[in-house]
């Protein structure tokens, strides 16, 4: 349902006759990449204070760098690239500054993209703001566009807060077209959560130690034909793990050629078949060693990069229907669709809890597109409608003013997570998502479909009406169940009414015969059939009769 109001005819788009101008379908392509963690059990006293020492270390290096990075803006280049790797080298190793370097372009490249994304949400509150203070006081708004303020008061607090909009949006500008950013390493809202540890339920000293895992560098990147993949942070088919030691902190080694071996070892339960495979042939695999304060917990994270994998033709995705999914704030609300575009089953809803931490939402997200997709492969479905939800545009206040609790709501959505752990899941499936336009989904949804389907025993929300709605532009065909007869009178003259089947399907939707298509002879000419009295209800055996008689209605004048 949110759809609706994020995509409407104001959000984008051509409006042709009311209606916006709606994108086609299309296949999300899969995600390449791989992680999977690995908790380091048992480690001794001596292995802690090692990883503490070298991730500390090692996240002074990552500092300066990212400073050295983000004073150069947009002057980076290849030649400035070699000469921080250069700078590195020397108080680290080869690799370890290829590693720091890359990490910190990459971090210079996230905040840029959020400070796009800041951009263009100022520039939406700014013309909201600016189309509401051109109309006069008390004009009502519209479906499509809001209205006027109610008072003058209003009027006037709201042109301050534009003013205060358009500085932000000038002083923010100045620093996109310079090419400066501001990162902090370790988090922001970590950084202020020092300035209010009651408000945090934290101590000074639990603070600090979240501070120092949060700025920790303990990571490299893999190198293919390099024993195991990976010579800086080396991990054996059999689990057991060793880190090559940078120049100052060789002392430390408890193995030859400066490597430090931990008493722990890790295991991978999920693809650990795979990460063997790609240990053994010496490709590449990229590691990560952090600590899990809240829990007391190390863990080692492995990555690698797959083969790419060509995307799924979308003629081939919808081949074996489609499962449309409607996404809400507290649950999917999913139904069946074959190939024409029929409704197949009953509805089926896999609820979610977005409350508490990051990590039960993240859990819980996890879980609901776990049981869906079961669902799906048990349906034999061969793909999976879903809406291109974005609402970067929509979050601010100025847009939805005074419904603070609709704003919550869509703030609330983690729609881009959503997005990229679907298509990471369903790959493993053999399933293909399908992204569609979310327009009107809702409305036409519950137009079309919502009281049809609805009897004593199914009970159909405007939700699941939706579903049918993605699912049906997902396989690309029309909302609506019917399309408008064709011309010639109104009858089936040029063609089928109907848009989800082929003249030629035996399956199709076609249209009652009318009652006096009957075979020959059957109807009396000017005749009308009559029907016998029954016969006795002692008699239940009896045959009934029919005749026809001759109606002298039809000889009148």
């Avoid at 280049?77 to 990459?106: C, P």
């Avoid at 040029?494 to 089947?501: I, S």
């Avoid at 939707?509 to 009559?530: F, L, Q, S």
């Amino acid at each position: 349902m949110p759809g609706d109001r994020s995509y409407g005819a104001e959000a984008g788009g051509v409006v042709v006759g009311g209606v916006r101008d709606l994108a086609g379908p299309f296949v999300v392509p899969g995600s390449s990449g791989v992680a999977v963690r690995g908790r380091l059990k048992h480690l001794t006293p001596e292995d802690e204070r090692v990883l503490r020492s070298v991730g500390e270390y090692q996240g002074v290096l990552a500092s300066r760098d990212l400073k050295v990075r983000c004073a150069q803006g947009l002057d980076h280049g290849a030649e400035t690239w070699a000469a921080r790797k250069r700078e590195l080298t020397k108080v680290s190793s080869s690799r370890i500054a290829g590693a720091i370097t890359k990490a910190a372009h990459d971090q210079w490249a996230l905040a840029r993209r959020g400070q796009a994304a800041h951009i263009r949400s100022l520039e939406a509150g700014i013309r909201t703001l600016q189309h509401r203070l051109s109309l006069p006081i008390g004009t009502k708004g519209t479906k499509r566009a809001a209205g006027g303020y109610r008072s003058r008061q209003e009027w006037f607090q709201k042109s301050r807060r534009l003013t205060t909009l358009e500085a932000r949006h000038t002083t923010i500008m100045a620093d996109w077209r310079a090419g400066r950013v501001r990162v902090v390493r370790g988090g922001r809202r970590l950084l202020n959560t020092r300035h209010h540890l009651d408000a945090a339920g934290l101590t000074q000293g639990q603070w600090r130690e979240r501070w120092e895992a949060g700025r920790s560098f303990l990571a490299a990147d893999g190198e293919s034909g390099k024993r195991f993949g990976n010579e800086t942070i080396r991990v054996t088919p059999t689990g057991q793990v060793s880190i090559k030691l940078p120049a100052p902190l060789a002392h430390l080694a408890n193995n030859e050629h400066g490597r430090y071996s931990l008493a722990s070892t890790v295991a991978f339960a999920h693809r650990g078949v795979e990460w063997a495979d790609r240990i053994e042939g010496n490709r590449a695999v990229a590691y990560r060693i952090h600590l899990d304060t809240a829990r007391g917990r190390w863990y080692l994270t492995a990555s690698w990069q797959g083969p790419h994998v060509q995307a799924t033709p979308w003629e081939a995705a919808r081949a074996g229907g489609v499962i449309g999914v409607d996404t809400n704030a507290d649950h999917f609300a999913a139904y069946r669709l074959d190939t024409h575009g029929n409704p197949v089953g009953e509805p089926h809803r896999f609820t979610y809890d977005l409350s508490g931490t990051t990590h039960h939402r993240d859990a819980q997200i996890r879980h609901a597109l776990t049981r869906l997709l079961h669902w799906a492969q048990q349906s034999g479905v061969t793909g999976i409608g879903i809406e291109d939800l974005d609402f970067s545009t929509e979050k601010t206040r100025e847009k939805h003013g005074r419904r603070k609790r609709f704003r919550q709501l869509i703030s609330g959505m983690p729609t881009g997570k959503l997005k990229a752990r679907l298509v990471s899941m369903a790959a493993e499936q053999g399933l293909t998502i399908i992204a569609v336009d979310p327009a009107y989904t809702s409305m036409w949804g519950g137009q079309h479909w919502q009281k049809p389907l609805t009897t004593p025993r199914r009970k159909m929300s405007r939700h699941d009406a939706a579903g049918i709605a993605i699912g049906r532009r997902a396989l690309g065909h029309p909302i609506r169940r019917r399309t408008a007869p064709p011309p010639h009178d109104r009858r089936d003259r040029v063609g089928h009414r109907t848009a989800q089947a082929a003249p030629s399907e035996r399956e199709r939707e076609g249209t009652r015969p009318p009652a006096t298509d009957h075979a020959p002879g059957d109807v009396p000419p000017n005749g009308t059939r009559k029907r016998q009295p029954s016969a006795p209800k002692t008699v239940r055996d009896a045959p009934r009769t029919h005749e026809w008689v001759q109606d002298p209605l039809m000889h009148t004048g």
